[in-house]
């Protein structure tokens, strides 16, 4: 059985070991390109293998292909972090996903100071332009 027809039937990844037939094809058909074997690949690295950095390895591969459940697993995996997925226009005119991920950071410290900086930076200036 090929992956696409395994996938169509469901699949539960948590029942899936590493010695199995459906791990095999799950496996290759990632290794492949295809980005539902990519997604759940993520998932059961997440969830039976508990290895989080090796599911956002394969959640982003699918992700970047536009596949909408790795999108949405990877902001639920990373989302104390936020992950940011940015909009953009095609030629078209039709919206799509950009492919790569942002993940912010949550220093919120130097976020202030920098603000400040800019704050006390604008002042001078608008000092220095006024027209007595």
């Not at 290759?28 to 599911?55: F, I, R, T």
């Not at 292909?65 to 790795?70: I, L, T, Y």
């Not at 949405?72 to 095609?90: C, D, H, K, P, W």
């Not at 991920?101 to 919120?108: P, R, S, T």
Request: aromatic share 8%.
């Amino acid at each position: 059985m090929n992956w696409d027809e395994l996938y169509d039937q469901g699949i539960d990844v948590e029942d899936i070991s590493r010695d199995s037939e459906e791990y095999q094809t799950m496996f290759s058909a990632a290794v492949h390109g295809n980005p539902s074997a990519q997604y759940c690949l993520g998932l059961w690295a997440e969830k039976v293998h508990k290895k989080p950095d090796v599911a956002l390895t394969w959640l982003k591969k699918a992700a970047q292909q536009n596949f909408e459940e790795a999108i949405e697993a990877l902001q639920r995996l990373v989302g104390e972090q936020g992950v940011v997925f940015e909009s953009t226009t095609s030629e078209d005119g039709s919206s799509i996903k950009q492919t790569s991920l942002v993940i912010k950071e949550h220093n919120f410290q130097a976020a202030k100071n920098s603000l400040k900086k800019y704050t006390e930076k604008a002042k001078k200036d608008v000092e220095i332009t006024r027209v007595p």
